[in-house]
């Protein structure tokens, strides 16, 4: 038996002299010392303790190291469960608590911190970093290592994500999950040895490290392999670029710069916008100012890539384009399943061999989450309209994205309901011209007012930055329908101007 995922994007490394990463301090990465590095890494695990099939946690800086240790995860059939930077300790501990990891890599700087959530935990600790304990243990491990055999369905990642109520849930993701999702995107983006993508996402998220990463692995492709988006970077690498992938917030802050012409992107090939809603606005500037269309595409945790606007053809403004070749994808009524006539809103319902296996350990909330026919709800509204594009209208489940990554209110209301002088919260989204959404909290007030500096600081603690309120708004009482249910719709129409700059 093969391991057919290293087998698609690792092995062919393996000996290739080709540059692969090009790095913000002008060092060249081969393909072939990357391949000795996921080697070295991979036999790092075996001494380390994993072994086939346990979860391996990573919360640690975008570096070629982490992108090795996820080619390593792979490569000795281990589980890769990257984790947001941001999260604070409280957070990580609930991850790697509910995975039942056998291994935690931290940055270096985190060691002290986090000693007594691994040792309450029982879970190994090493740091992955410059001076990093790992790294000093792969340093002397052989820089071979024998693919261990992996079945299509076997789980390769476990990627959390929020739910509306109650903790995160662990999407398990196989191999016939990422593989096949990559290789539908090389074919439809047209990606080929030839091309360089100038990578400045994150890497412990769908889009940075299973859509980018692999895609580029797959092609034979190479990066340019920035720790973030930092604006000036952006401009320094783009004429080596000929392909880029970014949140909205990436051509906000391009189009904000003078530097954006058309002669400063003329070369590119591709600009690919996915994450979080791209406005439409955006979309025609970006157009107007480089003689480029984004081509938007929409995915999620749960399912990879499920559509995207074509590279030939009209690339509408405002839509996701159609279901990706090999997805099925239909607009279902949200009680009954029953499909919708083209036009009509409903859910949006997916199939296909990107569509996770289920949620770790939650038999019950998979099953809830799945239609007998095997179709995935996954909880956004829209519609097919008369020229088969997607558009999504909004969303059932009640999720902020924000700067590309989600916020479910639920875990935020928890946090801030225990606040002093807060009888209740309502968390909503609101339109901000540089996130997308803000995350917004809306504060019914108790016997006495809340402090709203006391309430930041102790946020700041309990939650990653990007969850973290960018305004409060204190009422003497939460807006409620008939039923006693909160009404978020009315709050988010009232307040949807917050962030909107006044006319001049």
Known sequence: MSNPLYDALFAPLSGNDRPFLYLHDDTVLS???????????????????????????VQAAKSPRMLAVYGAAVTAGA???PLNTAYTAEELEYFVSDCGASLLLVDPARIEALTPVARKLGVRLESLGEGGSFDAIAQVCDDSFAAVPRAEDDLTALLYTSGTTGRSKGAMLTQRNLLSNAQTLVDLWR??????????????????????????LLAGASMIFLPKFDIEQIFAALPRATTMMGVPTFYTRMLDDPRLSR????????????????????????SARTGHA???RYGMTETNMLTSNPYE?????????????????????PDTGAELPQGETGMIEVRGPNVFKGYWQMPEKTAAEFRKDGFFMTGDLGMIDD?????????????????????????????????????????????????GEAVVAVLAQGDTAPDIAGIEGALRDKLARYKQPKAYIVLPELPRN???????????????????????
């Open 31 to 57: 393909a072939d010392a990357f391949h000795r590095m996921i080697a070295r890494y991979a036999n790092a695990l075996g001494a380390a303790g994993v072994a086939t099939g346990e979860r391996v946690v």
């Open 79 to 81: 589980v890769f469960l």
């Open 191 to 216: 990606f080929t040895p030839d091309d360089v993508l100038l990578h400045a996402l994150p890497i412990f998220h769908t889009h940075g490290l299973f859509v980018a990463s692999n895609v580029v």
């Open 263 to 286: 002669d400063t992107v003329g070369h590119m090939r591709l600009f690919v916008s996915g994450s979080a809603p791209l406005l439409a606005e955006t979309h025609v500037a970006w």
């Open 294 to 296: 984004i081509l938007e």
């Open 313 to 333: 053809g009209a690339r509408r403004a405002g839509t996701v384009g159609h279901a990706l070749p090999g997805v099925e994808l239909r607009i279902a009524d």
């Open 387 to 435: 020229q088969g594009y997607v558009n999504i209208v909004g969303r059932a489940k009640d999720l902020i994205i924000s700067g590309g990554y989600n916020v479910y209110p639920k875990e935020v209301e928890m946090v801030l309901d225990d606040m002093p002088g807060v009888a209740e919260s309502a968390v909503i989204g609101l339109p901000h011209p540089d996130f």
């Open 482 to 504: 008939t039923m006693g249910k909160v009404q978020k719709a009315a709050l988010r129409q009232q307040y949807e101007t917050q962030f909107k700059e006044p006319a001049q």
